[in-house]
Every structure is written in structure tokens, then in C-alpha cells.
């Protein structure tokens, strides 16, 4: 089985700074990794995901986030936010292999970008 | 190239009535997902469903939901004799259902309110 657990519900923070959401899983076999973003009242959209290689991902809209196995984490990261990146984010994992495998999403994470 | 649509983005309901959540996943994609999110509770797996075939319902309420997606036309939620428990917004997801990254893509949305 496996989970996602997003620590923080919401994450206030003051425009042109940098911001970190954490995300944490558990899996027992190696995982598939991505965070999506929800604007208010619409669908979820992919800004990145890891699949393999290279543990630090860019993604769309200055996002990136880290794979790091040991700490079973994939924090992402934004070095200077924008009053445009206030949003939902959800972190998701996935079994690796092919065909259907189960995505489980975690809570969310309500990012809010003082002026 | 259209993404996932939903129809309709609004839809109220009297307790007691059925509520009909049409889904049509991006062209060339086979495999559909229903989510549900509840304020505060993220998002949460109803259903995954290929043409003619449920594969997975393990999130389904075992009463008054049931979903389809048939060889011609949109994905069908339905909700009967809805009630006040069932205001949420529903979220319809796609794949191409072949071997990859599992990377789902979002539709709009469906709130529904049941008054």
C-alpha cells in the first residue's frame, strides 16, 4: 500500500519569497512522483513529476521539487512566489510499473501569497 | 486539441433527485477516473473505469452511486436520491492507458449542490 502525507494545510507567504511544501510518502516498492496545482474552481494541472534519473525535477511556473529516497520525501520549491501562485497543491504517488497502478493523492496544501 | 471536459460545471439538486456528471477524457485516452473532493479533505478516488469495464470502485459509496463509461459516448456518474452529504465538486481524470509515466489528466469539475 501506499500514502502521501502533506504536513502543512496551508502555507501563507509573503510575495517574492521562497517557499517550500512538503510532501512525505510511503510505499513499499520504488514510486512514480508528482505535484499537481489547483487554481480556485477549476481541475488539477501537472507542474512536475519524477519518474526516474536525476532526483531534482523542474517543472512548469519556476516549480521544482527533490526526490530524495532515504527521507522518502519530494518537498517542492519555489525561490521567489508570485500573488498568481496562490493555489492548491497536491502532492501523488504512484507504483512504477505500466498499466493501471492506483495514484493517491494527499490532502493538499493551500499556498497563500501575501502582497 | 481538447482536454478532459465535464458537463455540466454546476449542477443543483433537491434531495431525493439524480444527478447525472458526464466526463469526456481526452481523445485518444481509454482510462477514466472519478474523484470526489470534499472541502477540507482533499481529493479522494471514487472510480477507474476503461470502455465497458469497471476496474477499480473500491472508492465508490456501495449505495445510490454507480459509474459507467460506454463504448460510445462520455464517462456517466450518477448519484441517485441524492443528499446533502453529496455537495462536493467531482473531478474527472484521463490516461492514454498504455505503459508510462501514469500521469492523469483533469477536467474542470462538476460541484454539485443538493439542497
Known amino acids: 500500500a501506499q500514502s502521501v502525507t502533506q504536513l502543512d494545510s496551508q502555507v501563507p507567504v509573503f510575495e517574492e519569497a521562497p517557499v517550500e511544501l512538503r510532501c512525505n510518502y510511503s510505499?513499499?516498492?520504488?514510486?512514480?512522483l508528482f505535484w499537481y496545482v489547483q487554481y480556485p474552481n477549476q481541475g488539477l494541472q501537472l507542474l512536475l513529476k519524477?519518474?526516474?534519473?536525476?532526483?531534482l525535477v523542474k517543472g512548469i511556473n519556476g516549480f521544482e521539487a527533490e526526490f530524495n529516497k532515504s527521507q522518502t520525501s519530494f518537498h517542492l520549491r519555489k525561490p521567489s512566489v508570485h500573488i498568481s501562485d496562490t493555489a492548491e497543491y497536491f502532492c501523488?504517488?504512484?507504483?512504477?510499473?505500466?498499466?493501471?497502478?492506483?495514484?493517491?493523492f494527499g490532502i493538499g496544501t493551500k499556498l497563500q501569497v501575501i502582497p | 486539441n481538447a482536454g478532459v471536459m465535464q458537463n455540466p460545471r454546476h449542477l443543483v439538486r433537491r434531495r431525493g433527485q439524480e444527478a447525472r456528471l458526464r466526463c469526456s477524457p481526452m481523445?485518444?485516452?481509454?482510462?477514466v477516473y472519478w474523484y470526489r473532493q470534499l472541502p477540507e479533505e482533499g481529493l479522494k478516488f471514487m472510480v477507474y473505469?476503461?470502455?465497458?469495464?469497471?476496474?477499480?470502485e473500491s472508492g465508490m459509496p456501495k449505495e445510490r452511486f454507480s459509474a459507467e463509461f460506454p463504448k460510445e459516448g462520455p464517462s456517466i456518474l450518477r448519484i441517485q436520491q441524492v443528499v446533502r452529504g453529496d455537495s462536493a465538486a467531482y473531478f474527472c481524470?484521463?490516461?492514454?492507458?498504455?505503459?508510462?509515466?501514469?500521469?492523469?489528466?483533469f477536467g474542470p469539475g462538476t460541484r454539485l449542490t443538493v439542497l
Open positions: 481524470a484521463s490516461s492514454p492507458g498504455t505503459s508510462g509515466s501514469n500521469e492523469q489528466f
Open positions: 510505499s513499499s516498492v520504488s514510486v512514480y
Open positions: 519524477y519518474l526516474s534519473g536525476s532526483t
Open positions: 501523488a504517488v504512484s507504483p512504477p510499473t505500466g498499466g493501471y497502478q492506483k495514484v493517491t
Open positions: 481523445k485518444g485516452h481509454s482510462h
Open positions: 473505469l476503461q470502455k465497458e469495464n469497471i476496474i477499480d
